[in-house]
Structures are given as structure tokens and as C-alpha cells.
């Protein structure tokens, strides 16, 4: 029973090593600043700092997530349920959509040729109801 309880052990290392060895991060931005429209009728500057200021693009075979602080401990928006969608993907541009369930709509455009992102945000989320737009550098 020992042999079989090393080789199922040993199997799920080596799944899960591979697994994350598949993951390769194309852009790690930081520092969002912008300005948002909130629904009390005015615009403010705003920003994202520290870990909700990260964003990372990362590919697993042919797909997408993007997370918010580093991974693998970082909240993204695959593990909160929701999609990241390629939309455009040309001349080391690429866009993409991505949405939760609980009323976050994103759009992110990342340009690998000037190391920077623009988010266009949109948020549902009470109690803070605003669209944004922001930039940030990447690395």
C-alpha cells in the first residue's frame, strides 16, 4: 500500500508542478493612476496603490487571467468566477475584456512596445459605483 500511496503523491507533484510551469506573465504593471466619474455626479482623481495597484497579465496555454497583486497568492479574475476574454492581440498589442459576476467590467490594453497599460473600468460594486480610466507602467 506504500508504494501506491508514493506513486499517487509523486503524480500529483508532478501534475502540479507542470501545471504552474505553463504559466507565463507577459506584462506586470503597477501604480494605476486616473481619473473616475462616481455617481454622486463628479470626477475625482484617482489611483490604485500597493497590492490593488498591481495588475498582471499571465497565460496558461491558450488562456488568460489577470490578476490583482502577485500570484499565485493574488486574487484574479478567473478564481473570483469571471472571464478574460482576447480581443485584439497585433503587434505586441493586446486587449482584452474582462468581467466578474459581482458587476466589475474591464477593459485593458496592454502595450508591450511602451511598457504600459490602460484600464477602462467599470464598477457596479456598492458601495462604490464609478467608471474610471488609468494608466500604469509595466515591467
Same mark, same amino acid.
Given at each position: 500500500m506504500k508504494p501506491l500511496k508514493f506513486i499517487i503523491s509523486a503524480s500529483i507533484i508532478f501534475f502540479l508542478s507542470c501545471a504552474m510551469g505553463f504559466s507565463q506573465t507577459i506584462a506586470d504593471c /503597477? !501604480?494605476? %493612476?486616473?481619473?473616475?466619474y462616481y455617481q454622486s455626479g463628479e470626477w475625482k482623481e484617482d489611483s490604485f496603490s500597493g497590492n490593488r495597484g498591481i495588475r498582471?497579465? #499571465?497565460? !496558461? *496555454? @491558450? @488562456? &488568460?487571467d489577470? &490578476?490583482? *497583486? #502577485?500570484?499565485? *497568492? *493574488?486574487? /484574479? %479574475?478567473?478564481k473570483f468566477g469571471g472571464n478574460v476574454i482576447p480581443l485584439v492581440t497585433q503587434n505586441n498589442v493586446l486587449q482584452f475584456l474582462a468581467a466578474d459576476p459581482a458587476g466589475l467590467l474591464e477593459l485593458y490594453l496592454f502595450d508591450l512596445n511602451t511598457k504600459t497599460m490602460t484600464l /477602462?473600468?467599470?464598477s457596479r460594486m456598492s458601495p462604490i459605483i464609478k467608471t474610471g480610466t488609468y494608466v500604469a507602467k509595466c515591467k
Open positions: /503597477s !501604480n494605476l %493612476v486616473g481619473k473616475a498582471i497579465l #499571465q497565460k !496558461n *496555454g @491558450d @488562456d &488568460f489577470i &490578476f490583482y *497583486g #502577485q500570484p499565485p *497568492g *493574488g486574487k /484574479s %479574475v478567473r /477602462s473600468q467599470q
